[in-house]
């Protein structure tokens, strides 16, 4: 059987309207079985809420899978060499975990995964760093934070472990016109390519809302993984 992999980044109160469009777009498509990358504070101003507290609570009920995304998503760290060109091409600020310590890394694992934990009564799915960027440390504190599942832009594994599943993630980006292009193009180009593979990877952002050629792409590809079965990452699980 080929799987189906969908998730929506980061999900905090300050993109709930968006969140909800993104689901009410990917309902046709995967309904409920889809993966929540939630961000515990977005960018140190956006902490959960009683209230967002709760939809998160009621989307784990119906199925929804919930990841733990960093803690602010901000990247505060001083980049050199290879960090600075990912920091500098890959994300606007964003790679949270891109320059953390192990330690400093471990702890905001830990953190947030207390939180979604306490949130929702069930245990988080896995981590994913914040624009897929993981420092050395990162990496290393994985195998310590108790996750299931880690994911960067071209597998799934399990920490400590097995590689669980391969290939590009499919995800588009909004914040310039040229971006937009490019992502439009690349999934263009992996709707055809990544046909073969048995599990592929499919992405969407509070940005995509409000471009309608990114949500018209998103739908296309959707649309052309038809045969591939909806799944669940705890699928891949050991």
């Known amino acids: 059987m ?12 300050r993109f709930e309207s968006e969140v909800d469009r993104l689901l009410d777009h ?23 809420t009683p209230a967002f507290a709760a939809r998160l609570r009621g989307w784990s009920d119906e199925g929804v899978e919930m990841f733990v995304h960093g803690w602010t998503h901000r990247d505060d760290a001083d980049h050199q060499g290879g960090a600075a060109l990912k920091a500098r091409h890959m994300t606007a600020g964003e790679g949270e ?7 400093e890394a471990l702890a905001r694992m830990q953190r947030g995964k207390a939180l ?17 960027l993981y420092s050395a440390g990162a990496r290393e504190a994985l195998a310590d934070a108790g996750f299931a599942l880690a994911e960067d832009h071209l597998r799934v594994w399990a920490p400590g472990g097995a590689i669980v599943a391969r290939g590009p993630v499919i995800t588009w980006a909004s914040r310039s016109i040229p971006r937009q292009l490019s992502s439009l193009a690349a999934a263009a180009t992996l709707r055809r390519v990544l ?17 309608p050629a990114l949500l018209a792409s998103i739908t296309r590809t959707f649309t052309a993984f038809g045969r591939h079965q909806p ?8």
């Open 97 to 103: 975990f891109l320059g953390l310590s192990r330690a």
């Open 2 to 13: 080929k799987r189906l992999l969908a998730s929506i980044h980061d999900v905090s109160p």
């Open 116 to 132: 979604v934990e306490e949130i929702t009564g069930r245990p988080a799915t896995g981590f994913i760093a914040p624009a897929w």
């Open 195 to 211: 046909q073969p593979m048995p599990t592929v990877r499919i992405a969407v952002h509070p940005g995509d809302t409000g471009v």
């Open 231 to 238: 799944s669940r990452y705890a699928d891949f699980a050991t």
């Open 26 to 48: 990917l309902a046709p498509h995967v309904g409920r079985r889809l993966a929540m990358l939630v961000v515990p504070d977005h960018w140190s101003s956006a902490p959960i």
